[in-house]
């Protein structure tokens, strides 16, 4: 019994690997980047409040994260703080 379990559980194992992609398909992401933060904030702020997709409004929020440099002015350092607390805002109470 236990050996066909094992076997049951190898072969959903490998089915998995063999059908998942290599790469998710990324075309949102590159388009996003070129947003504004303002405008990725709303993106986010409305993706977790209005339509409950917490991956989407993760995906701006760590947009904004990725453009931070020590070499930013406040107001951008400031933006970079809010999207940060937004993702854990996020993984907290959604993921």
């Given at each position: 019994m236990h050996i066909k379990l094992f076997h049951i559980f190898l072969f959903i194992i490998i089915s998995v690997t063999v059908f998942a992609k290599d790469e998710p398909n990324p075309e949102f992401y590159k388009r996003?980047?070129?947003?504004?933060?303002?405008?990725?904030?709303?993106?986010?702020?409305?993706?977790?409040?209005?339509?409950?997709?917490?991956?989407?409004?993760?995906?701006?929020?760590?947009?904004?994260?990725?453009?931070?440099?020590?070499?930013?002015?406040?107001?951008?350092?400031?933006?970079c703080a809010s999207a940060f607390n937004n993702a854990g805002y996020i993984y907290f109470y959604y993921l």
């Open positions: 996003w980047t070129g947003l504004s933060d303002e405008t990725l904030i709303e993106m986010g702020r409305e993706y977790i409040l209005e339509n409950i997709m917490p991956d989407s409004a993760l995906v701006c929020f760590t947009i904004i994260t990725n453009r931070y440099s020590p070499k930013m002015n406040k107001e951008e350092k400031l933006r």
